[in-house]
């Protein structure tokens, strides 16, 4: 399959997964000066091509699964002024040093729900060891916290405090 093998679609409301790849994105986009293309590294298929518009700007998620796949996704994307994400299951190595340079960092980063949970929490100070002993809290974090604006992390940390409050709440609201 290649990036261009179905029309992008305008998401609505966005798949979890797809939502992770946009936060951890807007992420690596700050922190690198908004860079156009960012590599994201990940063993879990998206499926199609999608464009997430959010109010930090459009980001056009393009699933490959080949190098020459990344490589159309870049030239198909070149004049836009989008942030373009390729996600792949492939390393740095198998990408191309071609692909591979067009990237921020010049690098593939793994998807990471703890890095989204601190951002989303704003928590850069880390989070606590009664939490993290549970990974599927990660996700369940970037999901709940997705598209709202969570409570801020006291000084910089994520508390259990505050977790578990906020995912009850969010829980019964939306009857996850």
Not at 64 to 70: F, M, Q, R
Not at 73 to 92: K, L, N, W, Y
Not at 125 to 131: A, N
């Amino acid at each position: 399959m290649t990036a261009t093998a179905s029309p992008p679609q305008s998401a609505g409301r966005v798949d979890p997964l797809v939502s992770r790849i946009v936060s951890q994105a807007r992420v690596i986009s700050r922190k690198r000066g908004g860079s156009r293309f960012i590599g994201i590294l990940t063993q879990t298929p998206i499926g199609n091509p999608v464009d997430v518009v959010t109010a930090n700007g459009t980001y056009l998620i393009r699933p490959c699964a080949t190098p020459l796949a990344a490589r159309m996704a870049i030239q198909e994307c070149a004049d836009s002024s989008s942030t373009v994400v390729i996600v792949t299951a492939m390393d740095a190595q198998a990408l191309g040093s071609d692909v591979t340079l067009r990237l921020a960092g010049q690098q593939l980063f793994p998807l990471d729900s703890w890095r989204i949970v601190r951002d989303r929490f704003d928590a850069p100070r880390g989070v606590d060891h009664r939490v993290r002993q549970h990974p599927c809290l990660a996700d369940w974090l970037a999901e709940c916290a997705d598209g709202i604006d969570p409570p801020k992390a006291t000084n910089g940390f994520l508390d259990a405090d505050t977790v578990w409050p906020f995912l009850l709440g969010q829980t019964f609201r939306t009857g996850l």
